[in-house]
Each structure stands twice: as structure tokens, then as C-alpha cells.
């Protein structure tokens, strides 16, 4: 078994080059799992729209089934009734996962800072990027998509 | 004329009426409401054959001798008027007859003002909350409920 | 031989239709109860997005209310901010401009159609035409752009002021809108003709979902899903606000209250609303330029220094230079937008850079504290919304914060009646009935 540890670490080289080829796969075919409750939903429409076409990236195809996705894009605000729905969808997805919280309602609470609302969604769940705005424009969209390709492409298995 | 009509058939439980701007109102007592809405649609020179609005004001801040009002809005399709008709309710007993046997919108609306006033309507048929979850401990749009009191079911309470 | 078959037991199946459902455009839970694929019962649970828009109202001013009220219904957001202002005015009793109301109008009704056009093509979305869609938000992104110019923001614009509006039209909106209208008009003939005759769409759309006249009375319906039974009211007719009575449109009411009146209505509907906004534009009055400078303009940052260090002669008599989002804070525009109330109207930058009083005005009206403070009493004030009559009932005690915001939400009484409309279909045609109710969450649970 000793030997055979030590024949991997001279393929060092091979492993990153493997890795490289899995996270170029992977970040070009982006299964998404949108979660949309609210406004940004909208502009969550017009980045999949033909206009900012988010499928020229590769993640145009939501997959509307957590055990079948790998990026879950959390859209518009997070009520208490709702947190604990999120959290079991959170839980439902296989590795690896990714969430991106659109919009500032989830990234912060936005301005609704009453009893209702979930200030944030990193309380909840880990996020891996942030898009603020409210609504964020579909160039801000784009511009955390390709973020979190960035992220993909470097993602280890451990 | 509807205020004339109105005061000429209930006249010792009309408290006070007015028209600001434009807009008929009467207050009522809480006894006679559902006589009151009875007449109101089968009466047929005022024929208010609409419920538009049922919902309620907590006026702990305003120096008035109740607390609360239920304010119900009443359109009329034929005639093309409308009135306004508010009932006075004291802290002590908070509670009115309901109105749902002569429409059936008053059952939401009535859910929606117990979740968020905690006012009683006798003779509801379902009477829980609709915007809430039901772990929630108070009415958070009475005046004395601070805006950020949150109850988390998961996650940090701050 | 024969086969025996035994008695099985009979039980009804509980199929909870969750909150994050790929077909439902909100959240929203239904409970069925079902009996092989007929549906016996439904229990419609609602709430998911409530953010306490009306406890949230009672904190700031009245000023501070607009951003929240265009988060309502999401996707016509001007219709909201306008309703609430309107109300606003009438508890003050003040008069607006002719020019603000045809602005008004205007801005409504494109409003409008953005929310028929989402609505319709979300609701053919899921019923599998897909290229509907896609073309249907084609046709919305030309609207976003007139009224990002216009505005500055495509979705939540708040661009409602107390007596008027935040800014006036850009010189060339007419041209631009125009051009946008002929696009609009080309993607609901293509629309047309791909689904309005089309056997799938036809055969699931037609016969379900159907609610009688005397139901929807009862539970208070308004809007399409009441036009569609047969009853003509319609806000804009009925009790006319702003300048519609001098506007020729027609209403599209249907007959049999089914998914595929509603659909035909709303096709009509955005054709009549781009028929007023052809109208208003030609109808506009140009609005006075108050134009007695002596043409000398001078740019606000300027003018600001100049009136820190005092060299204040001069200074009324030029005309500031502000970003063109802000015409309507120039002396020049003032009166188009603004009504002449100084109570509740910001005064002209000119004013406000130029001397003390205009400072002042500014002032009063927009830090904490102080603010407008209209006379104590309540008022209703109802517009036409895409979904229905959109009321807000603004209760004021004479400070400078509202007492109470009231919003009467126009799905809140058509989700009431959803689970007297699905039941006895089939499980698949929840997905057309709930596309054709148009329920926006942010307007449900506010």
C-alpha cells in the first residue's frame, strides 16, 4: 500500500491535469436548481432570455429536481416560513454543490429588516458567491456566473 | 343618501359618520354589524353586492377611547358607489361576528386580520393563521409588537 | 378460470404540491387530496414571501413608502407607486398637473402590458410551448429599455413623487416608443398565430378552470378573472381617475370563464393599453417652459460652491445644469411635473442651490423628523391594476410618518377561490389554472 502512495505522488502531475479537465467540465455545464420566490425572479427570467443569453455559458438547462443539480441559485427574499424548506433542499442536493444568493435580499436582507425575513442566507446555508442588487442587472448576473465558473474550475475533491 | 339610509334604519348603532374627502363612513357598534351587512346587500336602492376589503387599525398610539377598528369597504357593481363602515373594538373583548355566511372572501380576510391583529371572529369556520407559521408567538401588527422581534424556526435568531 | 378479484380499500392520496414547485410561479403550497388523479380537495396555504411591506410603512415617512411599494407587484411595479401616491394626494386634497396625469397614464399602461406579457408567456411556458416565452420576454426587454430611460431602473423604479413625478419624459420618448410598440405589436401577431388556434393549447386551456358569475361576486373578483365571466367593471371605466375618460378603449370581457377567455382577454387587453399609449402620446400638452433666464446655464456642482463661498448675486437668474434623469428638478420643467404645493413638492434645484428658502423647503420635506405631514383622517383610493382593483386605504394622525398602509391585494380574493376552481379536474390542470390566476407573491402575501 506504502508503494503505492508514493507512485502517486510522482503523477502529481497527472492529477492536476485531471482535475483541470473535470472542472472545465464541470463549469461549462452547469445544472441549475433556481429557487425563485420574488422580484429578482424577473430579471432571473431575462438573463435566461434570449436577450443576455445565459446559455451561451453553458447553464441555460434548470434542472428542477435537487438530486439532480449542481449549482442552487437562491433568488428573492428568504422568509422564516420558508427558511426551513431551503435548508432541506440544501440538503437534498449531492456533491458537489454550489449557491449562489441573487439578490441582496438574500446576500444581506436587503431593506426588509423586520420580523419576517431571513437577514441573509449565509446564517442558513454556506454561499459561494454573492450578487447584490436589487434587481441586479443581467450584466451583474453574467459577471457572478462567470465568478463562480472561476471557482468551479478550481474546486478540488477532497 | 347612502349615510341617510343607513342612519334612518339603524339609528341608535351608528356612532358618528363623516365624508372626508369624498368617502362615505360610518362607525358602528359591534352587535349590529352583521344586520348591517345584511341590509347593506339585500337592500335594493343601496345593493352593495361587493365585500372589497376587510381589515383592521390598532390605534394604541392615537388617543381614542377603543383600541382597535375592523374597517370593511363595500362596492356596489349596479349602483357604481361605495362606503365604508368601521366597527370600534375595545381591548378587553376583541372580538365581532363574522361575516363569511354572506360572503365567502370574508374568511381569508378574517384569517388575515386574527394572524395580524388577533381579533376574533365568532363563527368562523377555520379560524388559524394564513401569513405566519403557527409556531409564531404574538400579532405582529398591533403597535406594541417591535418591527424586528424575530422567532427563527432554524438558523441564528440575530 | 376465473380471476377473483378482491375488494382493495379505498383511500385518498395526500399530494402536497410544495412551495418550490418548477410549474408555480410564487410560492405557494396546495395540499390535495386525491382520488386517483381527480382532486376531492385542496387546501391552498399562502405566506411564503410575506415581508411586512404594511409594518415596514408605519417606520419612515410618507416619501420613504414608494421603494416598497413597487416590490408589491413586481412586474407592472408603476401601477403600484402610482396608486399609492394617488392616495396620498387625496388625503392631501391636492391637484396634479394635466401633463403628470398623461405621464401617468402613459407609464401605466406600458406597465401593463409588461405584466400580461410575463404572465402569458410563463403560462405557455409551462405548458410546453417554450419558443412563447422566449419571445414574449423579447418583447418585454424593448419595454424595459423606454422605461429605463425614462426612470433610470428597469424593475423597481419608484418613480412616483407626492404631486408628481420624479422626472419628466426624455425629448425623444416619442420616436422610441413608437418603434418599440411596432416591435411589440410583431411579437403578439407571431404569438397569435402560434398558439391562439393551436389544438394542445386549445383542448387544455378551454373548459377548465371555470368559475361562475355569482362565485366570482362573492369572492370579490376583479379584473380579467371577472371579466372573463362576463361582468364588464373595469376601474378605468367605472370610476375614471387620472385622464382615461378621454381616452377611446375598449374592455374585452368574455363569456364562459374558462382558462382560454382569460388568455384571449389578455391578449386584447395589451392591444387596447398600446392603443392609449398612442393616444397619450399624440394628447400630451407640451407643458410651459418657463424660460426667463438670460439662456446662461451653469452646472449644479458650480452653482453649489458658488453659494458656499456667497457669491450669491447673480446666482437666480441662471439656469442649472442636473443629469437629465433629473428634469423635473429644474425651474424649467418644475411645472410640468410638479404640483404647486410646497408643502409636499421638492422645490427646484435652482431654488434650492440658489437661496435659503429653497433650502429650506428641501429641507423640511426630506430629512427625519420633519417631512409632509398631511391633515389627519383615511382615505381609499383604488386603481385599475393588471391582476384587478389594486386599493390602498392610508390612515394619517397629522406626523409626518403614515399610521397605517393598507394594500387590498387583487390575487388575494382569486387564491381564496383556487380550491373551489381545481377541484374536481385532474391534478395536470392545476398547471394552466394557476398560470391563467397570475399570482404574484410579492402582491399576495406583501
Redesign the interface.
Known sequence: MIEKEADLSSMGFFTTKVNDMVGWARKYSIFQYPFVTACCGMEYMATACSHYDVDRFGAGFPRFSPRQSDVLFVVGTISHKLAPVLKRIYDQMTEPKWVVAFGVCTCTGGFYDNYATVMGIDTLIPVDVYIPGCPPRPENVLDGLMKLQEKIQSHHDS | MILEKIKANFGQAVLETHSFRGDDTALVSREKIFELAKFLKEDPELDFNILMDLTAVDYLKMEKPYRYEVVYHFFSLAKKHRVRIKVPLTEENPSVATLTSLWPIANWFEREVWDMFGIRFEGHPNLKRIMMYEEFVGHPLRKDYPVRKRQPLIGPKN | MTLELKQTRKESMFLNM???H?AM???IRILLELDGETVVNSDVE???????F???SE?GGYLQVI?YTD?LN??SPLINNFGYVSAVE??F?IDITERTKYIRVIMSEISRVTDHL?CVGASAMELGAFTV??YM??A??FL?ELIEDVTGA???VSYARVGGVKADLTPDFKEKTLKALTETRKVLKEVNQLITRNRIFVDRMKGVGVISKEDA????I?GPFLRSTG?D?DVRK??PYYVYDRFDFDIPVGEKGDNYDRYLIRMEEMEQSLRIVEQGLEQIPQGDLNVDTEGRVIPAAQMVDEAKMGHTSGLIQLEVMTDPTLEGSTERFYKNVNACNKKTAMPPKEETYGNIEGLMNHFKIVMGGHGIRPPQ????F?VEGANG?L?F?V?S?GTDRP??V?V?PPC??I???LSKLIQGGSVADIVPTFGSVNMI??EL?R
Open positions: 410544495g412551495p418550490s418548477p410561479h410564487g410560492i399562502i405566506g411564503y414571501l410575506h415581508r411586512a404594511e409594518k415596514m417606520e421603494p416590490r413586481y412586474v387625496k388625503l386634497g410575463t416565452f422566449l420576454i423579447k418585454r426587454e424595459y428597469r424593475l423597481t361576486l362573492a369572492y370579490g376583479t361582468v367593471y367605472d370610476q383622517g383615511e382615505v381609499y383604488a382593483e386599493g386605504y390612515v394622525d399610521y397605517r393598507r387590498r388575494f380574493t387564491m381564496a377561490a407573491g410579492g402575501d
